[in-house]
């Protein structure tokens, strides 16, 4: 990975303007790609509002694909898209379905692509669960497979959300590192190493390297 990876807590395009300015700026993206996968079955165009709202305060153009299920993963005009861009964004609150559209798929591909070429992908909350492999599956708490940007990390996104015994439970099945990010926290993920943004909790170590 010669770009950057970034996983955010929750709160997206309203948690952390200051963040996203700075990391855009470090890869030089006037234009953003913006993918509300996760949110295909709530309110994908509320999310993509509220993208364009953060575009206009960053002063950068926001793209929204509506990649909202499998065909629209291996749309080729979708995979055009992703491809071209220097920034990514996912966000959306079903990591189960994000996974079940974006595996091995052209467009997984592409965005894998925008990191080996020095890019900006982040994800936020429950994305950024998702794009980590294992997965944590927010709807009890368990260990599944995720999408492996990142291996050997487990992430709990929204955790002020979480009930103690939910957490609890989620904690005791750990076997890999695994990092409790609130709203407005982060880990960065560089070549060089992590950056860590609000003080997340982590238990265990984070992995030298993620893909």
Known sequence: MTGILALQGGGPFVANDELDRRLLGEVGAQRVVVLP?????????RLLAAADAWGTRLGVDVVGLRVLNRPGALDTEHVSAVAGARAVYLAG?????????LKDTPLWDALRAVLARGGLVVAVGNSAAAVCDPMVDPR??????GLGLVTGLALVSEVETWSADRLHRTLKLANTPIAMLHTGSALIARDQGWELVGAPDIRGDLPVSSE
């Open 37 to 45: 996968t996760a949110d295909a079955y709530e309110h994908p165009d």
């Open 93 to 101: 609150d079903s990591p189960m379905h994000l996974r079940s559209v």
């Open 140 to 145: 009890g708490g368990a260990f599944t497979l």
